[in-house]
């Protein structure tokens, strides 16, 4: 299961900050339909998108048909969320100095270029195990420095239409999401070098839009009141985190849903195929999770005005306890998980604008990349463990047996964040 991943800013209406408009020749501001830096941009995040999807659902399959162990295809996780982790900090400092829009274009790039060698290996017969746990590594480096897509947004859309904006990049994120686990079996199911062609196509193209888009590419310098020698340390992002108690609640709660959530993928891949659902169908069933993401897109506002923000993040906890009580306990079929899958994703548009709203817009430009960089950081904490603990687990237990534990786990982490004072008072920024 997908779990809450790189952040998309969003603005929730009023006291947001100033933002740069995108440079335009003229002095209007063109609605988001013909505004072609933001539709190139969104171009380059679906192609992305797709591809880290695709790249979700195929690398355990490969795993799995080289050595049929469970444990070696959770590795591969492992190894990418522990790079990403500690890439995340030093790449946050990097971006707050340098080029983001190279930084970004090189970032695809490498990822681009290590995924056609990956394909031509499989293509040739001539692949170990080693490679892909190595491409692993570097796919989870590269991540922190392609999350400054997300900044990039910022000074290209207008400031009056930036909500509307990220929330069609949520959209345009949940439909790569839909299409790309379908994809990716089925190019599996054909040749085992395909699913990593496409990989790399969607990484070249996103390079490609990178290249043709123009936007502010070095962030604003702090100001001389702004400035001090915390601010500008490395770990200054981690540190606005961990000091403000909701911030601080809210990424220890997304941390323990990580923990749990990302090794579900596998758990899910190992129930269908003990309900002998087809592996072209596989993708199908995860797919739901991102069909669901986009019906919750556009349902963001209005959920915000029934919850605030520790609500909403009890009930994505309880939500999700449910789904996976419910998916292990009556065991009918492709259709059921996948239900269950979409009830899920439902929700998280609306948990990863959250994170975005009470953090990333409340800091100044010259320490987003750290902030952003820091919250990944957090968010990816859970991530090796979980992969390898699900790995792990699925050698001596029954898929089922896992999701009822990840299940009452998981009603554990609800219950953390209702025991959290700063969350369950915290109220949306604009309302403050």
Sequence with gaps: MTTVAEPTTIDSGSGAEPRTTAVQPSTAEPSIRVNRALNTIYTGAFTAFLGLTIADVVFPLLVLGFTGKPLLAGLFGTIQFTALVVASVPAGNFVDRHDRRRVLIVSEAVRAAVATLLAVSLAAGHVWLVEIYLIAAILGACQPFSSVRTLALRSIAPASQLTKALS??????SVAQLVGPAVGAMLYSVNRSLPFVAL???????VLC????????KPKPASAAESTPEDESAFAGVRIIWSNPVMRGTMLFIMLVNLIGVPLDLVLIVQAKHEGVPTHLIGLILAAFAAGGIIGAPCIPKLYKLLRPGQLLIAFGALISLSLLMTGLFQLGGFWMAGWLAAVGFAIPAAQVLVDVLILRQVPDHQRGRVLTALMTFMGLGMPIGAAFGGSVLQIASPSTVL???AVAMAGIAAFAASQRALRVAQWPSAN
């Design 168 to 173: 069609i990049e949520q959209v345009v994120s």
């Design 200 to 206: 790399a196509a969607g990484m070249g193209v996103s």
């Design 210 to 217: 990178a290249t043709l888009v123009g936007f502010e590419t």
């Design 404 to 406: 009822y534990g990840a």
